[in-house]
Nanobody, 120 residues
Framework: QVQLVESGGGLVQSGGSLRLSCAAS????????MGWYRQAPGKERELVAT???????ILANFVKGRFTISRDNAKNMVYLQMNSLKPEDTAVYYC??????????????WGQGTQVTVSS
């Protein structure tokens, strides 16, 4: 059984910073891409950033220059450093790992989400 657990969300003022972390646990052989999505109230879930095992990254245009994604392959962790936060960044942020290869399965996993609230 693989689990993704996010941490680091919270309330911050506009212009502030937060660092999200996501830890994947279980009988994991390897993980290809890890990343972050977000969903604001009344809106669809959208891609924020992804990073491959080799370190290639994709960042949504609305976070370029403000957010940085990184990972630690040995620890099966992914991080999202968020700077210059804006009220419109308020959302639940979800960690994803796709695919996760175990001895029994190859499938995608999602975390439960962590709330990020940016006050103006």
């Amino acid at each position: 059984q693989v689990q993704l657990v996010e941490s680091g969300g919270g309330l911050v003022q506009s212009g502030g910073s937060l660092r999200l972390s996501c830890a994947a646990s279980g009988s994991i052989f390897s993980i290809n891409a890890m990343g972050w999505y977000r969903q604001a109230p009344g809106k669809e879930r959208e891609l924020v950033a992804t990073i491959t095992r080799g370190g290639s990254t994709i960042l949504a245009n609305f976070v370029k220059g403000r957010f940085t994604i990184s990972r630690d392959n040995a620890k099966n962790m992914v991080y999202l450093q968020m700077n210059s936060l804006k009220p419109e960044d308020t959302a639940v942020y979800y960690c994803t790992a796709a695919p996760v290869i175990t001895t029994a399965t190859i499938r995608d996993y999602w975390g439960q989400g962590t709330q990020v609230t940016v006050s103006s």
